[in-house]
Antibody, heavy 119, light 110 residues
């Protein structure tokens, strides 16, 4: 059974940093691209970033490019999202998702972790 | 990376069929057959219900179907049931090697 468990969310001040983690199990982690998707309170889904199975290719939404960094440790079956220069508009539940066909299809999702950017 | 356009809300009676549209551009929906649809119940993670325009993952009811014409994709739910009342999102791969979602549609079963 595929399981994705996000952690690392919390309250951070504007301009601050936070690192999210997503522990994966139930599949061969390094065979699959992974994505981060966020959802601001009461709003829709927004794709944030993706990384290839081997970690050599990364992709970002314009809204986070230059501030967020996606990475993975395939030896630990863990996906990361380093978030710097955080803004109030980054407040959201952050989901990690397992890709299929690259990351164009998000077949399995974690339950999400809440990031709140506020002073 | 503008969001795909979905109606904010749709409604239908039990047993009826409804269709949710998802309009993009030739750089996303129209450029690839890589449209997916997700169902999200309140407080829960999204669930994939349609991928690559019209394919259903294992375990998803055949009451859900997808199609595409030009820059617009559609999700049809037939035989509406009370449990279908929730939010639905489309997504598409883009020519910029990114993913873009629609704004979401709230389905009400009358």
């Amino acid at each position: 059974e595929v399981q994705l468990l996000e952690s690392g969310g919390g309250l951070v001040q504007p301009g601050g940093s936070l690192r999210l983690s997503c522990a994966a199990s139930g599949f061969t982690f390094n065979n699959y691209a992974m994505s981060w998707v966020r959802q601001a309170p009461g709003k829709g889904l927004e794709w944030v970033s993706a990384i290839s199975g081997g970690g050599s290719s990364t992709y970002y939404a314009d809204s986070v490019k230059g501030r967020f960094t996606i990475s993975r440790d395939n030896s630990k079956n863990t996906l990361y999202l380093q978030m710097n220069s955080l803004r109030a508009e980054d407040t959201a539940v952050y989901y990690c998702a397992k890709g299929a066909g690259g990351f164009r299809v998000l077949g399995y999702w974690g339950q999400g972790t809440l990031v709140t950017v506020s002073s | 990376q503008s969001a795909l356009t979905q109606p904010a809300s749709v409604s239908g009676s039990p047993g009826q069929s409804i269709t949710i549209s998802c309009t993009g551009t030739s750089s996303d929906v129209g450029g690839y057959n890589y449209v997916s649809w997700y169902q999200q119940h309140p407080g829960k993670a999204p669930k994939l219900i349609i991928y690559d325009v019209s394919n259903r993952p294992s375990g998803v009811s055949n009451r859900f179907s997808g199609s595409k014409s030009g820059n617009t994709a559609s999700l049809t739910i037939s035989g509406l049931q009370a449990e279908d009342e929730t939010d639905y999102y489309c997504s598409s791969y883009t020519t910029s090697s990114t993913l873009v979602f629609g704004g979401g549609t709230k389905l009400t079963v009358l």
